[in-house]
């Protein structure tokens, strides 16, 4: 841990941090695959895929409706205050999420690199050219489910992006460019989800200092250099007041 502090602490350093949902476990928003993860009592392929949304909009719509509600009665927790105080406190810091929650941004982190979209967005789901390729969801009406497009009267899907579906290339761009830094810090993933995974070998092969926060084994824990195994509500705060003492 010394080592990393001492890292952070060099003046103009580039550091990364790619969050996952266990950041948000905390704020009560569930991650998908630990014990009380969405997929425990959810198949993904029935859900979160465009083909369950063909299949049954109804349904799927239904569930984000549902995961809306309980994420409007979270909030942000000490990892997210955290990470939102380091994009204010180093000049060269990046946030990449693959959290759709929003917690991030009512934390106070500007500019966060959002691969998976938003839940508190939509898209038509016809791709009409009219639309914005996706907006914030207040102006839709919700007398029907799923709501329809105010453009082309075709239905409307969540704003997230789905197995199978490929990632903004924009937002790609980003990320892999936010890769190249001095320190990356991965917390609260299960680093299974690619391409957003692939970020911290390409750090590592870019030759940051790779650090993984998380109080299970993944994937990546073999990987990085520096493994802290523990909650990020918790290990966050001990650095910042690590870094905040020297
Ligand atoms: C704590 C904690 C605490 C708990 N503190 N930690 C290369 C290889 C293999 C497969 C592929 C590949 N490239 C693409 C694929 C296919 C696929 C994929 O990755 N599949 C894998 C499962 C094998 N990827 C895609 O389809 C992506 N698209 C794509 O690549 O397009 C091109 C392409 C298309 C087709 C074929 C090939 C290429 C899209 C991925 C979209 C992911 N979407 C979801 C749903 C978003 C919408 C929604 O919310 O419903 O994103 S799935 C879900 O997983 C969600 C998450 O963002 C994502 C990652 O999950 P995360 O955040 O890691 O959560 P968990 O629950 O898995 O883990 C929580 C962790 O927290 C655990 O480790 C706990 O221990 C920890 N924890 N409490 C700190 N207090």
Wanted: charged share 20%.
């Amino acid at each position: 841990m010394k080592d990393l502090v001492d890292r952070l602490k060099q003046q103009d350093v580039r550091v990364t941090v790619l969050t996952g949902a266990g950041v948000s476990a905390a704020s009560g928003v569930p991650t998908f695959r630990g014990a009380d993860g969405l997929w425990r009592n959810f198949r993904p392929e029935a859900l979160a895929t465009a083909e369950a949304f063909g299949r049954d909009p109804k349904l799927v719509w239904e569930w984000y409706a549902w995961r809306r509600f309980r994420i409007a009665a979270c909030e942000p927790n000490a990892a997210h205050h955290v990470i939102a105080e380091w994009s204010r406190r180093f000049p060269n810091f990046k946030l990449i999420s693959q959290n759709v929650d929003g917690l991030h941004e009512r934390a106070g982190t500007a500019n966060t690199i959002n691969l998976h979209g938003s839940i508190w967005e939509v898209s038509c789901w016809q791709g009409c050219v009219k639309a914005p390729k996706r907006w914030r969801d207040e102006t839709v009406s919700f007398s029907e489910i799923p709501p329809r497009c105010p453009h082309c009267k075709g239905p409307i899907r969540p704003g997230v992006v789905w197995f199978g579906e490929t990632l903004d290339p924009g937002v790609v761009r980003q990320a892999s460019a936010a890769a190249d830094c001095d320190v990356f810090i991965t917390v609260g993933t299960s680093a299974i989800v690619y391409p957003a995974a692939g970020f911290i070998t390409a750090a590592k092969q870019k030759g940051a200092f790779t650090v993984e926060i998380n109080p299970e084994a993944t994937p990546a824990s073999n990987t990085v250099d520096l493994v802290v195994r523990g909650a990020a509500e918790t290990v966050l705060p001990d650095m910042a007041a690590r870094l905040a003492a020297l």
